[in-house]
């Protein structure tokens, strides 16, 4: 956020920047807790609360690390361990990469010998080849017929009649010796709340746990067991997952192969049939649609 600009005597400037800061945040955020004086030294002081709540929480987390004891090593590295285990048996070789290749294979194979993709591939290729060749032969006779209807109209024609002020305020800027003691009590709390550490006592924990001897051999005793147990749990339900998972993309991927072969196998021909017929009628149609406009303009020319 900008702050005032010390020094600054006129007030203009000063309350062009505090009305600014009102409008956009409030009253509270726009003090200046910082101004060489009673403000400055109350954010200190809860800058130093802050320290001393963040100390007395690390000392806390720190003492309930040490208090753990064997058996909570136990039940953590089982925790740990079987997590960490299961991951990387989940996403290991022989887990969902396995599963994914595999499934990945036979879900394509299916999909390219699945009689439905190549019969809608031929259907959807024989309409859209039709359609598209339609509309081209369609502009194509049609321009053709309407050149030739207009020049049969109009000789027809032709013969049918035988031929949208402010000044700034300005002024020495007035200054309180004295601070205001709720100004004083958001100074402090701004103070704590900016200085304050919410991972003091997760941090001390951590600590704590590594210091304790006890706690740390019932750890490392019960994690690789977990561990292998997390393994292995993690490569079946990876590879299985990702059996599923790759047979569809798969499936997918080689029904597409199909679909597109046949579609590209059928558009051709339906595209030569509908240019044929888009022809022929486009023809008819601009013929007489020309015709009557140049009959048209003949006879006005009379």
Known sequence: MAKRPRGSSTLGGWSTWLLACLAAVGLSACLDCFDDGPLEDAYYEGKAAAAERNQAEYDDGYADGRALTFADGISDGDLAGYQDGHFDGYYGPLGYPRGFDEGYLDGHFA???DSSACTAGANDGDADGYANGNDQGWSEGYELGYGDGWDDGYYDGSGSCGFRSHKDGRGEASKSSEADPDDLATCHRRGFDRNLDAS???RGFADGKRDNPEYQAGFDER??????DGQFDGQIDG???GLLEGYDAGFGDGYDTAYYACYDDAYPGAWSEGHEDGWNEGLGVGYDEG???????GFDDC
């Open 111 to 113: 999909g390219t010998f």
């Open 223 to 228: 994690y690789p067991i977990a561990y292998a």
């Open 239 to 241: 590879y299985n997952i």
């Open 200 to 202: 003091a006592r997760p």
């Open 291 to 297: 015709y009557l406009a140049g009959w048209n303009a």
